[in-house]
């Protein structure tokens, strides 16, 4: 098997710049507000905003000085999977990229989902296999543009994003104009229990402040990753909060409605903000917003997950045609191609259905990245790393404890659904895991 520092052969593949860079990170770990506004009404206006300000703190910004460091030390593809396997052995590294590749299957086909739900809005005759189609086409669609490498994948991402601030920029300026409320009270709902008004809100802004490991996996396809990670998380780490905090307490200034939020209520909000004449052009605007915002998270989706079945296929634990890259692009269009085939199956689920189980894959592979920091310096204290998590013993302790406490919480207080599927979705990784041991073993002994 390759060693876990190795890099790929990556000779014809057109590298990305920290532009294009910013906002592909900025698509795969925030794409827009949209998805939060059903916590309003479950956790309370000022829980909500609490939480979005107070999270990054203790998730965001220590995943992402693990991330600074270990890219800068380590930037291969494969990233997050490859500092695990370095820093734990053969058996977690794999969990880590088999936890990622398995969660993306859970996502990637519920954001085409979303899309075709929004825009069955202005076309109601889409349902059934019609509903479906729409799904596979925009998989398929976003499929090529990754296939034809990252710097289309950028320049995919900015015109996306760029289109979603718009709307989003108007509905903030003219909430905040219109503040006649406090958005922080009530603070929590009256007569709710503990767990659902503190869990369930905390696991979905976990969900939506994760990721900003993920862009490692394509180290090797950006250009000057030692200095191009970290500047991009230094700059999506608070745009990213801005992005979530804003709009919501916008929303909330403008109107005493909070009872009233649900998921997609924020051009319904707008609507309300916007009054009697640019309401219903605002109101549509955000809808597109949405639709648009579903369509950059599947791009950059895809282009961090297809490299998970790539790199463990270089490394032994999948079958070597995985490895396979596209001629003129040098892209690893199979395992690309796998992974939208899987998506375009599983398309026929809602986000909402599956997010409480994708948590649980989600901040098992975010464990295994903080430790791994930890794990390295330990392991190989002498591996340069041109960035270094700031205050030393202390900068390490704060970038391990509190993940592993908002792990522990995030779990703790899943609801029915996530607890007793979320353990069955992590259980498979070592299974597969033996599996794959014992058929190299026995091809192996075959050979001899």
């Given at each position: 098997m390759a060693s876990p520092l190795s890099r790929s052969t990556t000779p014809t593949v057109r590298k990305a710049g920290l532009f294009y860079l910013v906002f592909v990170m900025f698509s795969y770990t925030t794409g827009g507000p949209f998805g939060l506004e059903g916590m309003v009404s479950t956790s309370g206006p000022g829980m909500s905003l609490l939480y979005l300000l107070l999270v990054p703190i203790v998730w965001s910004i220590p995943v992402s000085l693990v991330s600074a460091?270990?890219?800068?030390?380590?930037?291969?593809?494969?990233?997050?999977?490859?500092?695990?396997?370095?820093?734990?052995?053969?058996?977690?590294?794999?969990?880590?990229?088999?936890?990622?590749?398995?969660?993306?299957?859970?996502?990637?086909?519920?954001?085409?989902?979303?899309?075709?739900?929004?825009?069955?809005?202005?076309?109601?005759?889409?349902?059934?296999?019609?509903?479906?189609?729409?799904s596979f086409a925009l998989i398929a669609f976003i499929t090529w543009i990754n296939v034809r490498g990252i710097q289309m994948v950028g320049r995919a991402a900015t015109i996306l994003e760029i289109s979603v601030f718009i709307p989003v920029i108007a509905m903030i300026a003219l909430g905040l104009a219109h503040w006649s409320h406090n958005p922080f009270v009530p603070l929590v709902p009256p007569n709710?229990?503990?767990?659902?008004?503190?869990?369930?809100?905390?696991?979905?802004?976990?969900?939506?402040?994760?990721?900003?490991?993920?862009?490692?996996?394509?180290?090797?396809?950006?250009e000057d990753p030692q200095r191009s990670y970290p500047r991009a998380l230094a700059l999506v780490v608070p745009l990213?909060?801005?992005?979530?905090?804003?709009?919501?307490?916008?929303?909330?200034?403008?109107?005493?409605?909070?009872?009233?939020?649900?998921?997609?209520?924020?051009?319904?909000?707008?609507?309300?903000?916007?009054?009697?004449?640019?309401?219903?052009?605002?109101?549509?605007?955000?809808?597109?917003?949405?639709?648009?915002?579903?369509?950059?998270?599947?791009?950059?989706?895809?282009?961090?997950?297809?490299?998970?079945?790539?790199?463990?296929?270089?490394?032994?634990?999948?079958?070597?045609?995985?490895?396979?890259?596209?001629?003129?692009?040098?892209?690893?269009?199979?395992?690309?191609?796998?992974?939208?085939?899987?998506?375009?199956?599983?398309a026929v689920r809602s986000l909402g259905e599956l997010i409480s189980i994708y948590v649980w894959l989600r901040v098992a592979t975010t464990v295994l990245t903080v430790l791994s920091a930890w794990g390295l310096r330990r392991k190989r204290p002498e591996l340069p790393r041109p960035f270094r998590i700031p205050g030393g013993d202390l900068g390490l302790i704060y970038v391990i404890v509190p993940p592993l406490a908002m792990t522990y919480i995030v779990l703790r207080y899943s609801d029915p659904i996530a607890l007793r599927w979320g353990p069955w979705a992590l259980a498979v990784g070592p299974v597969v895991y033996f599996v794959v041991k014992w058929f190299a073993g026995r091809a192996a002994r075959q050979a001899v």
């Open positions: 460091e270990l890219t800068t030390a380590i930037p291969v593809e494969g990233g997050f999977y490859r500092w695990s396997r370095a820093a734990f052995g053969d058996f977690w590294g794999f969990l880590a990229g088999w936890w990622n590749w398995s969660a993306s299957f859970l996502l990637g086909g519920s954001y085409a989902v979303l899309f075709t739900d929004y825009l069955v809005f202005y076309f109601p005759g889409i349902a059934g296999w019609k509903h479906w189609l729409v709710q229990s503990f767990s659902k008004v503190f869990g369930v809100g905390l696991a979905l802004v976990i969900w939506s402040y994760s990721g900003y490991e993920q862009l490692s996996s394509v180290a090797e396809e950006v990213s909060v801005a992005a979530y905090f804003l709009p919501t307490l916008a929303a909330l200034t403008a109107a005493d409605n909070w009872q009233q939020w649900h998921d997609g209520y924020f051009p319904t909000a707008a609507v309300v903000i916007g009054g009697p004449w640019l309401g219903r052009w605002l109101g549509s605007l955000m809808t597109i917003a949405a639709m648009i915002c579903n369509v950059a998270l599947l791009n950059a989706t895809v282009l961090t997950s297809t490299r998970m079945p790539f790199v463990l296929a270089e490394d032994g634990y999948l079958p070597p045609f995985l490895t396979r890259r596209h001629p003129r692009y040098g892209t690893p269009a199979l395992a690309i191609l796998i992974s939208a085939a899987i998506y375009a199956s599983l």
